[in-house]
């Protein structure tokens, strides 16, 4: 059956790819009988696609991390044959994780962690909310004697907006046991921040009496990252 990637805002350079080409060498293991489990030995698993149904971007940032070290494949796609969260933007979401080669996890992370989008015609800035979360290990589950429902630690990145936080919230039965996207309240610091950049003040961060890396993730279930936040403006 061929899978079909996503082709949505922030995801470029995206066609049909066919078979064990969309997930490489971690789809191999997969076919050979691996869990999600035994692909963490080798790999760190996330999902990003939040960051771009819900904070606007137009760039696909795993590529443009990839470009900017130069780095060979060490990105893989796994399209699943079931859901391991629930985005309420189409199945194709819910059903795709991505693995990266460990060694390049914290270069990773730090990339997509640190971004920040504001759209001035629009009012929105959005930043970067890193959780780690469980979820069911959908191909363990499908093993023969397997008496508990066995889980792995994924890593998310989900938005913290000025209008909004949308994270990831504990399973339910009615999200079919995955952990779904949740709407939260804007948190003061976010809004004190973006109301000093639309503002287009000399210094927003000492205007908002704020740091740069100053990302407090109070009530969320995982600490944000305390990196850089790189502002890419759009102006109307």
């Not at 805002?9 to 050979?32: C, M, T, W, Y």
């Not at 991390?65 to 796609?77: D, E, G, L, R």
């Not at 699943?80 to 933007?89: I, R, S, W």
């Not at 069911?136 to 909004?164: C, Q, R, W």
Request: hydrophobic fraction near 40%; include cysteine; aromatic fraction near 8%.
């Amino acid at each position: 059956m061929p899978v079909v990637i996503p082709r949505n805002e922030g995801i470029s350079g995206v066609r049909r790819l066919e078979g064990d080409e969309a997930g490489g060498a971690p789809f191999q293991k997969l076919k050979q009988g691996a869990t999600l489990a035994d692909l963490q030995k080798e790999y760190v698993l996330f999902n990003y696609a939040p960051i771009f149904l819900y904070a606007g971007l137009s760039i696909n940032p795993v590529q443009e991390w990839i470009n900017k070290h130069n780095h060979k494949q060490v990105v893989f796609i796994l399209a699943l044959d079931k859901p391991v969260l629930h985005m309420g933007a189409g199945a194709i979401w819910d059903r795709t994780l991505w693995a990266v080669e460990k060694e390049y996890w914290p270069s990773l992370r730090s990339h997509l962690g640190s971004m920040a989008t504001i759209d001035r015609s629009k009012g929105k800035l959005c930043r970067i909310i890193v959780q780690t979360i469980p979820v069911l290990d959908v191909i363990a589950a499908e093993k023969p004697l397997v008496l508990e429902s066995p889980y792995v630690m994924i890593s998310t990145f989900t938005v913290d907006s000025n209008l909004g936080c949308i994270v990831f919230a504990p399973s339910t039965k009615l999200t079919g046991n995955c952990p779904y996207l949740k709407f939260h309240a804007p948190r003061e610091e976010t809004v004190r921040l973006a109301n000093g950049l639309l503002l287009e003040v000399d210094k927003p961060y000492e205007a908002c009496q704020l740091k740069p890396w100053e990302h407090s993730n109070e009530g969320f279930s995982s600490p944000a990252q305390r990196v850089r936040s790189i502002i890419t403006s759009t102006k109307p």
